[in-house]
């Protein structure tokens, strides 16, 4: 049953982190979606397998069917590892690992924070942290010449700073912010995460954190996320200490590693399609729909599991009851039976009447609250971006994460 990567002797292993150090292995997935669209990954770590899901069609149909595909942590949750297996176990479930109608309860808690009025009036807010870091920039190029690192010097502490204003905390604490966020995502990258101990240690810390702001907010409370945690725990909701903790962790990492890479990611899509960028340049009105291009082509998040509740067919394929299904978010969003030229950057893309949509944020029940703070933040960003640094260029290869989960960037060294 196992398909033979392409020509090579070894069957695909897409749970293999060593996978994604040169990038998204975008043969591989366009092989299975042409071959084995449903493709059983046998794993080589002792897990049970999972069934792989790279066509568009199938990762939407799986998304809209939460009683038949659970995300539920008492069914093994959203990453590819069962959850309730995972040595933190003492961290509860939050939102994205649930089924309705609990995970509704618990998503309607923190969606006042991302409601149109809102975003903007963030907006402001998120243009003068641009400014000032690519000021930043200028000055640390100006004294110390040669290239400097994109992700350190703007995409990280630009989205970390947006979501300290999201919990109404200090963009001081945001080095903390990014250190914790790294080290969950991080779990096969040892320069993200050192051991288990330092993983523990980071809970220890964040939950230390998390609690500070808990009381602070019970004395008083403000506009921030934080408090309309602590104000659903006081009307009496299921909210807890330890579900307050596992949602404080999850937007920690939901909120600031996608962004981040979607932003280093974006620049380099630019970088080798200059005529996009031209055409960016030329036309600022489409630069919403290049931040929506820019999540489909990097596709930040590479996937999300669900676990089969039922015998079911999909894409053709019997999927037995407690099976894994994993949806890879990169292949879908270079399906060709859906996108028109999928490997083209076309930053027009969604200007486009009836143009199909890209499931980098996800589909149905779990789709992305963050979806149009993402989309903001990465527009905001290239408008400042593109008027004070007109030259601004990868002057290297990006370094990347170790990791099936997150398609991330660690450092792009840059010139402007
Ligand atoms: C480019 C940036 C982003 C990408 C690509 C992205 C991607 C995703 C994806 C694929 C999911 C679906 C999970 C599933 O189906 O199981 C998701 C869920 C989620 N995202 Fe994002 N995200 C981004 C930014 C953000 C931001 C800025 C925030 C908040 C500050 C955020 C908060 C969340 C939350 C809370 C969920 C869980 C929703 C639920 O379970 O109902 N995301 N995101």
């Known amino acids: 049953m196992t398909a033979q990567a392409h020509g090579s002797l070894k069957p695909i292993d897409l749970k293999d982190p060593d996978l994604y150090v040169p990038g998204v292995p975008h043969e591989t997935f366009t092989w299975l979606r042409a071959n084995q669209p ?3 990954n046998p794993e080589t770590d002792g897990g049970a ?12 149909a799986a998304s809209t069917d939460p009683a038949t595909f659970s995300s539920a942590r008492e069914s093994g949750g959203h990453r590819i590892f069962n959850e ?7 961290i509860e479930a939050s939102m994205i690992s649930m089924d309705p109608p609990r995970h509704v309860d618990y998503r309607r808690m923190v969606m006042g924070g991302f409601t149109p009025p809102r975003l903007r009036d963030m907006e402001a807010g998120i243009r003068a942290r641009a400014v000032n870091l690519i000021g930043a920039m200028i000055a640390r190029k100006a004294r110390e010449g040669g290239p400097i690192d994109f992700v350190s010097g703007f995409s990280a502490p630009y989205a970390i700073q947006t979501l300290a204003e999201l919990f109404g905390v200090s963009e001081a604490d945001g080095d903390k912010l990014f250190e914790w966020s790294n080290a969950v995502v991080g779990e096969d990258d040892p320069e993200c995460r050192a051991s288990p101990e330092y993983m523990q240690a980071c809970i220890q810390q964040m939950a230390g954190y998390s609690m500070g702001l808990w009381q602070l907010r019970a004395e008083s409370a403000g506009g921030d996320l934080i408090s309309m945690l602590v104000k659903a725990a006081q009307e ?47 036309d600022p009105s489409l630069l919403p729909h290049m931040a929506q291009e820019i999540v489909r082509w990097v596709s930040p998040v590479l996937h999300m599991r669900r676990t ?18 994993v949806m890879w978010y990169p292949s879908a969003n270079r399906d060709e039976a859906v996108f028109d030229e999928p490997f083209r950057f076309d930053i027009g893309r969604t200007a ?9 944020f996800g589909f149905g029940e779990h789709v992305c609250l963050g979806q149009r703070l993402a989309e903001l933040q990465l527009r905001v ?36």
């Open 236 to 282: 009496g909701t299921e909210m807890s200490i330890p579900r307050y903790l596992s949602t404080f962790i999850l937007l920690v990492v939901a909120g600031n590693e996608t962004t981040r890479n979607s932003i280093s990611g974006g620049l380099i899509a630019l970088d080798e399609n200059p005529e996009q960028r031209e055409r960016a340049v030329a």
């Open 381 to 416: 960003a290239y408008e400042e971006l593109f008027a004070r640094l007109p030259n601004l260029k990868p002057a290297g290869p990006p370094r990347r994460l170790r990791s099936n989960f997150i398609n991330g960037i660690k450092e792009l060294p840059v010139t402007f």
């Open 308 to 325: 089969a509740m039922r015998d079911v067919e999909i894409g053709g394929q019997l999927i037995r009851q407690g099976d894994k299904v």
């Open 84 to 90: 309730n297996e995972f040595p933190a176990q003492d």
């Open 49 to 60: 397998g999972f069934w792989a899901l790279t066509r568009h069609a199938d990762v939407v």
């Open 352 to 360: 486009k009447p009836g143009a199909p949509k890209h499931l980098g």
């Open 38 to 40: 449903v493709y059983w």
